[in-house]
């Protein structure tokens, strides 16, 4: 009789057991919205900002998003038209306009993130991993009581994500089990963005934040100094196609300016590894790597670069590597795939010479 009945009640149970965990993924899976922190200059969104975009794309095929742009001024509202025809699967742009944005200081851009989640509770928030997200989302992640998930490389699953540890020699499967919102950055190398056809633009909807409620505790503590910058034609050595990189080996400052004439003949960025910054060679904005900017060229040129585990992590996905190194066993020749044992002060005075000027 006991056998029996514990049969049926065994048999009669057609709904599953589902666990606390099982649940929350599968309301995740079914409902997913996504705000996407985008930093502007001049008008117009960064183009790592739009990679954030696509990346968020990845997450689900109804995936709702929305842009959050903060600043003052003409310009502002420059970029907001701007974000909301910069890619067709943004469907709303939100803008707070208020002097206290005048700079991207991490601790109004954090009080505005947790402002905007309280009101749209979204389910993912997104920033590209450079100097712009990596200031603000840890700061706004602890705002919101979450444990962020940075430099993400790809997007399996809403809630399963891929990044790079030990310096980009192994990679890390990582699934998101917490509380909403999951904060995210992006490694902007990793998510290009496709050309946009006329037929595929849309026009996605302007809206302002209301900052009554904004109060004047959220400025903080830091204050802005200055903004220093170089002025160049030379392409953003984030974005591109041709990078020139010179190391230590050019010895000093003047001798580094044989990389800067290569560069302006190739129509190229110039980069530069943590020694030759460190050393006072070039500022260190143009330094690549892990601890500098993450590139991804179709052509990158090395003169002069060891290949350091650190230096690595930053241009090991460029399409086509060529290095130049009187060390015939240095280690950047083990990811290069056109390699040249000799004098960088050989080399370049004759590449300068028997190269085109550029069109």
């Known amino acids: 009789m006991a056998t029996s009945a514990i049969h049926r009640a065994f048999t009669k149970r057609t709904v599953p057991f589902l666990t606390s965990q099982s649940l929350f993924l599968s309301s995740i899976s079914r409902s997913v919205s996504t705000l996407v922190l985008a930093e502007h200059e001049g008008g117009s969104i960064k183009a790592p900002s739009v990679s954030a975009v696509a990346a968020a794309s990845f997450l689900s095929k109804d995936n709702s998003i929305s842009v959050l742009l903060a600043g003052s001024g003409p310009s502002l509202q420059e970029a907001a038209v701007h974000a909301a025809s910069c890619h067709p699967s ?29 009101k749209g509770g979204y389910s993912h928030i997104m920033a590209p991993s450079g100097s712009f997200g990596k200031n603000i989302l840890p700061r706004a992640a602890a705002l919101l009581d979450v444990s962020p998930i940075t430099d993400i490389i790809e997007i399996s699953e809403s809630n399963l994500f891929v990044r790079p540890i030990y310096a980009g020699n192994a990679l890390c499967t990582v699934r998101y089990a917490g509380a909403n919102p999951c904060m995210l950055t992006i490694r902007s190398t990793s998510f290009p963005v496709p050309p946009i056809s006329a037929d595929s633009k849309s026009e996605a909807s302007i809206s302002q ?98 290949g350091a585990i650190q230096h690595l992590a930053g241009m090991r996905d460029s399409k086509v590597i060529v290095a130049v190194n009187k060390d015939a066993d240095a280690p950047i020749f083990q990811v290069a795939d056109y390699g040249l044992v000799g004098d960088l002060f050989e080399v370049i005075p004759e590449l300068l010479e028997k190269m085109p000027e550029k069109k």
């Open 90 to 118: 943004v469907s709303q742009v939100l803008v707070a306009d208020s002097d206290k944005f005048s700079h991207p200081l991490a601790e109004p851009w954090a009080k505005l993130v947790h402002l905007v989640q309280q």
């Open 209 to 306: 934040v209301d900052l009554s409620t904004f109060g004047e505790d959220a400025v903080g503590k830091s204050r802005y100094v200055k903004l220093t910058s170089q002025e160049t034609e030379r392409p953003d050595l984030g974005n591109a196609r041709v990078v020139v990189t010179g190391g230590r080996a050019l010895k000093s400052a003047e001798n580094f300016k044989m990389i800067e004439k290569l560069a302006e003949k190739l129509g190229a960025a110039v980069g530069a590894t943590r020694a030759a910054v460190d050393a006072g060679f070039v500022p260190n904005d143009l330094q690549v790597g892990q601890t500098g900017k993450i590139v991804a060229p179709e052509l990158y040129m090395a003169f002069g670069v060891s």
